[in-house]
């Protein structure tokens, strides 16, 4: 016969060999989860490295990602705490109250709405401090009266914001901007304007609960909450760092939308419904007040949610509370005992406890290693998401960029050929015009002296006024072309975080708009004032720098009539007539003016593309990141892409058994 003493001797090996066991699963699983985190660390580094951290657009995604590494990192350090059971479900469907129920005493705020933006742990009170966790990973231990103080302030931090935001967006919708510009300021304010606490999760000590010795019961916000639009959070947030749920539902709204869309939405990612999820139909109390079944309201929830939940229990959180109050009561009757007690029974709060302790709590360690890996899991698929739209925004802003580019070269390569065809053919029509004239009195030219010829070729036949009047009107239309190209270029070069809002409706996100600001440059690029091209000394000639030797070619022959007889001779014999020398030069000197003004064209849109460059380039490195290390960031996250892939495995009995 086995003595007692072996008995107990066999019970306490057996005991010690299932505490390694548990802390090895334990260790191992926290080692896969962290193994991750370097890799991740070593790519978000690299990323930093090659754009900075003030990429305003980049950042929102390496910031998600950074926050959702120290959410792996949390997950796997509590491994080593007490299992979290997590009571979820939206709007204001007696979380608070049922989490007072399972504690026995009120710890957690039943009448007032919940914080949006924190969940509350309640801990065994064998640890009297609180303890407030933030988004960085870091916590900060106080006493109960400083954390709600500090909480307080924060919600107070939250509800201003809130306030100025309603209060900036009435004073914006009477401007009767587009629907799309007064979305945009909507997305600006929830950016740059809400007050987001770094505050994620107070822990509070309750005392004298049974339920606390082994496990952490959570309160959480209600889910899908919107501010003005604004989504809070969706059950996906929560489930990944729960071990287990709660899943509370308005018995007297049991068809509700929201509970049902966020479930849905659960099963779907699961593929089945999760099996550390427990169904409770709250509220039965005043199911029955209204005069309706218990029974038919039961019915009706496995109707819209029996394919989701195996277990769903009909229960009353705020009968369970009064029963509790009263028995906690000290002189309190037999009659009035045995009154809580059935109170008690009817709110069918035992039968809760008593399906938590046969299917959540029985199996607790390894429904919380399931619950974790599937929650490092959907974390690593958070940060593969992340990494993707970040890869694929850049891909295509950087298309953008590209084509910015492209069309400003093409637009600016095509209007200077344009403009030069303009100039010639300016210059060709106005040396068919000086040819045909001339020949027109080529006779009477030869009757004149040198000096007379050049003064009546000059002013009579060139007109250098009206001439430099006409060429001034064509430089003039060919400027406001080169303007308005630069000015639409100008006005498409920048990278917006909100394209729809003009720099003055930026009231917020000032950064962006300083850089455009500082960046809009005078429509004069060429330095002579109201955006006039410099034409020099191009149009600045006379007759002698306009005909050089053509009036004077024949001058020493052209003395007597005999003389002026012999140069028409051997003008129309052995060379061209005077129309054409004329035309000639005048040709000639017109390649200098058009080369002077081409000259002019080229440096105006070269400081135009400069100028419009400099605006591209610096508002997307604000934005994006350099341009030149775009490809080098793309290939950082697409690295973050595959390491979101890596599968987190649990540890078997024969793993333990063959590793010594």
């Known amino acids: 016969m086995i003595s007692d003493e072996t008995l107990a001797a066999v019970q306490s090996l057996y005991d010690d060999v299932e505490d390694g066991y548990n802390q090895r699963i334990r260790q191992h699983v926290q080692r896969q989860m962290l193994a991750h985190l370097d890799e991740i660390t070593t790519e978000l580094e690299a990323i930093h490295a090659s754009c900075g951290t003030g990429t305003v657009r980049l950042h929102d995604y390496i910031q998600v990602i950074e926050e ?46 919940p914080k949006t933006w924190k969940i509350d742990v309640f801990h065994d009170e064998s640890d009297p401090s609180c303890t407030l966790t933030f988004k960085d990973g870091s916590q900060k231990r106080m006493t109960g009266d400083e954390a709600r103080a500090f909480i307080e302030k924060e919600e107070q931090k939250r509800k201003d914001s809130e306030r100025a935001i309603r209060q900036e967006l009435r004073e914006f919708k009477k401007k009767k901007v587009a629907l799309e510009v007064l979305e945009e300021k909507q997305r600006e ?80 990612k699961y593929e089945k419904h999760p099996d550390n999820i427990i169904a409770v139909v709250n509220r039965m109390d005043i199911v029955r007040q ?43 009757s037999e009659t009035e005992r045995r009154e809580a007690e059935a109170l008690l029974e009817q709110s069918n709060l035992p039968a809760l406890l ?70 010639e053919t300016f210059k060709e029509t106005e040396a068919k015009r000086v040819q045909r004239e001339t020949g027109y009195v080529e006779d009477q030219l030869w009757d004149m002296d040198a000096d007379t010829r050049n003064e009546f070729i000059l002013e009579e036949i060139i007109c250098p006024e009206s001439l430099e009047r006409r060429l001034h009107e064509m430089v003039e239309t060919h400027s406001r072309q080169l303007m308005d ?43 002579q004032g109201e955006a006039q091209l410099a034409l020099g000394g191009a149009l600045a000639f006379g007759a002698a720098a306009l005909l050089g030797p053509v009036g004077l070619i024949f001058a020493g022959l052209a003395a007597t009539d005999f003389g002026k007889s012999v140069a028409k001779f051997l003008s129309r014999t052995f060379g061209s007539s005077m129309a054409s020398k ?45 341009s030149g290390q775009t490809q080098a960031i793309v290939g950082h996250l697409q690295t973050l892409d595959g390491l979101g892939h890596m599968p987190v495995t649990p540890l078997h009995v024969k793993d333990i058994i063959f590793s010594h």
């Open 68 to 113: 959702t590494c120290t959410a792996i990192r949390q997950l796997a350090e509590r491994l080593d705490q007490d299992f979290m059971l997590f009571v979820m479900g939206s709007g204001k469907n007696g979380k608070s109250t049922l989490i007072n129920a399972l504690l026995g005493q009120k710890a957690a705020a039943e009448d007032s709405l």
């Open 485 to 527: 190209m630069y000015r639409r270029h100008l006005k498409a070069a920048p990278f917006r975080e909100f394209p729809f809002l003009s720099d003055d409706d930026m009231t917020v996100s000032l950064s962006q708009r300083g850089v455009i600001g500082n960046a809009n440059l005078s429509d004069d690029l060429s330095g």
């Open 290 to 332: 209204s005069g309706q079944n218990p029974d038919e309201v039961l019915a009706e929830a496995r109707r819209f949610y029996g394919d989701m939940f195996t277990e769903i229990v009909p229960i009353s959180a705020k009968e369970a509370r009064q029963a509790e109050d009263m028995l906690h009561q000290d002189g309190i």
């Open 189 to 268: 304010l929830r950016k740059y304007k809400l007050y987001q606490s770094p505050v994620i999760e107070a822990s509070w000590p309750a005392g004298h609960s049974d339920i606390l010795r082994h496990y952490r019961l959570v309160d959480t916000p209600g889910l899908r909450q919107e501010l003005d639009d604004m989504v809070v959070a969706s059950a996906e947030e929560y489930f990944s760092k729960a071990d287990g749920v709660i899943w509370i539902l308005p018995g007297d709204k049991i068809a509700s939308a929201g509970d049902h869309t966020e479930l849905r939405r659960l099963c779907q």
């Open 354 to 423: 008593r399906l938590l302790n046969r299917t959540l709590f029985a199996d607790a360690l390894d429904i919380q290693i399931r619950s974790k890996i599937r929650g490092c899991r959907d974390l690593l698929d958070h940060i593969r998401h992340e990494a993707g739209e970040a890869s694929r925004l850049l891909a295509g802003v950087g298309k953008q960029r590209e084509e910015k580019i492209a069309a400003w070269d093409k637009d600016s390569s095509e209007l200077l050929e344009r403009l030069k065809q303009d100039l």
């Open 582 to 626: 004329v035309e000639r030069r005048f040709t000639d000197q017109m390649c200098d003016v058009n080369t002077k003004l081409e000259e002019e064209y080229k440096e105006y849109i070269q400081k135009a593309g400069e100028a419009i460059s400099s605006l591209r380039e610096s508002t997307y490195t604000e934005l994006y990141g350099p």
